[in-house]
């Protein structure tokens, strides 16, 4: 169980940076177009300033939820139910574990 908590915290580190990444990039675009008298909305160069503002919070989004994901499937871990399915209780296939370490649902109840 430690290499598992071990790639779950690497998961997680990876969500975090990412998230952190995504927030500075964000910040980059708002603080480009402070003071900046551009008509984005008609630029034909290419996507506007609430295009690129909208994609970033689209993938920050994306990242929060890695990181519930990642810290539900480490309290499953505390709690002696990670690797369990949460609609049958069968224990979960090691490769879908491998695939997604984050899953709470045998393929045949993901499927369902």
């Known amino acids: 169980m430690e290499e598992t908590r071990a ?3 690497a998961l997680r580190a ?12 964000r910040t980059d675009v708002v603080d480009a177009a402070r003071g900046a008298n551009v008509d984005d909305e ?6 506007t300033i609430a295009f690129e503002r909208a994609q ?3 993938l920050a989004a994306d990242a929060r939820r890695r ?4 810290d539900a499937a480490l309290a ?3 709690a002696g139910t990670y690797g369990t399915c949460a609609v049958g209780g069968e ?4 490769a879908r574990l ?9 393929v045949r109840h993901a499927s369902s």
């Open 7 to 9: 790639r779950l915290h």
């Open 14 to 25: 990876e969500a975090a940076e990412r998230l952190v990444g995504l927030g500075d990039a």
């Open 42 to 47: 008609h630029d034909p160069e290419g996507a």
């Open 56 to 58: 970033l919070e689209a």
């Open 67 to 70: 990181l519930a994901d990642v």
């Open 76 to 78: 499953r871990l505390d």
């Open 91 to 94: 224990p979960l296939a090691a």
């Open 98 to 106: 491998a695939a997604r370490p984050t899953a709470t649902t045998c």
